[in-house]
């Protein structure tokens, strides 16, 4: 352990490390055990899956990033207590996927019986362009996107822009309006760049 280096946070847009995990900043808000994060190619974004223990009932959950360090999204349930009482951890392996990416497979295990289940989640691949999480990239993404803009080397225009640098560069540049672009279909439609 004396070998670990922790994420101590971005200057200038670059990720800076840590000998301490005092020193290291949160990146999710807690309560987050049995951690696993891997990298899906469909939804191009780092995935991470862990059991939320302060949800009551106690949940799995989901969150997405386009960094390892984030901005991450905000949870999504993928299975409570109530339907599996005594459940903890959530593994994955980024070997284990299907159809492109958006079925995942991870293991998860359950008190009574005491056993390991392999499970599976199916969900919707949602494209960094597609802002409203709602499937497209259309005209409603493009005015989030417009209130963000504020052209390269300088801060995002509004505070809480971090899912509109799509390129992570830590600001809001026509760079980031070529990808929204590229994704761009028009409503109800799959975005363009899937």
């Not at 190619?41 to 899956?49: G, I």
């Not at 409603?140 to 992570?168: K, M, W």
Request: with cysteine; proline share 9%.
């Amino acid at each position: 352990m004396d070998a670990y280096q922790y994420f101590g946070g971005l200057v200038n847009g670059y990720p800076t490390w840590v000998a301490g995990e005092a020193a290291a900043p949160a990146i999710v808000p807690p309560a987050v055990g049995e951690m696993s994060v891997v990298y899906n190619r469909a939804a191009r974004v780092w995935t991470m899956l862990y059991i939320n223990q302060n949800r009551s009932p106690i949940a799995i959950e989901l969150r997405q990033a386009r960094k390892p360090w984030g901005p991450w999204s905000q949870p999504l349930t993928v299975t409570t207590g109530t339907r599996y009482p005594g459940l903890y951890g959530s593994y994955m392996n980024p070997v284990y996927t299907e159809a492109q990416g958006t079925s995942v497979y991870f293991t998860m295990s359950l008190w009574d019986p005491y056993d390991v289940y392999l499970m599976k989640a199916d969900y919707r691949v949602v494209v960094p362009p597609d802002l409203d999480w709602d499937g497209d990239v259309d005209l409603t993404d493009f005015s989030v996107f417009q209130g963000c803009f504020n052209g390269p080397n300088r801060a995002p225009a509004q505070a809480g822009c971090g899912r509109e640098d799509f390129d992570g560069d830590t600001d809001v540049d026509m760079n980031d309006f070529a990808i929204l672009q590229s994704c761009f279909h028009g409503p109800n439609q799959p975005p363009a760049c899937l």
